[in-house]
């Protein structure tokens, strides 16, 4: 069973950066989609991106050309990076991991962006 451990998440102003970082242990994880979802207060729990075996990526219209995601086989972690923040990208952001049919989460990490 996969274990998902984010980090990253922090306080930033309108207009910054942050990378989140997931690492994954007790997986084969080249063998996993990986992505990043988020969840803000109220909300339902959406994706932001994901990536594929293969590194075909996959992203939310409403981050496509600020965040990006990828991966680090030889690591075991998924990065997203986020770029040019606004404050509607304030969530709960949860790392992701998909393998044939199962989804595995990680305990999240707050992303707050002041304005």
């Known amino acids: 069973q996969a274990q998902l451990v984010e980090s990253g998440g922090g306080l930033v102003q309108v207009g910054g950066s942050l990378r989140l970082s997931c690492a994954a242990s007790k997986t084969r994880f080249s063998s996993y989609t990986m992505g990043w979802y988020r969840q803000a207060p109220g909300k339902q729990r959406d994706l932001v991106a994901h990536?594929?075996?293969?590194?075909?990526?996959n992203y939310a219209d409403s981050v496509k050309g600020r965040f990006a995601i990828s991966r680090d086989n030889a690591r075991n972690t998924v990065y997203l990076q986020m770029n040019n923040l606004k404050p509607e990208d304030t969530a709960v952001y949860y790392c992701n991991a998909q393998y044939m049919g199962t989804n595995y989460w990680g305990q999240g990490t707050q992303v707050t962006v002041s304005s």
């Open positions: 990536i594929t075996t293969l590194g075909i990526t």
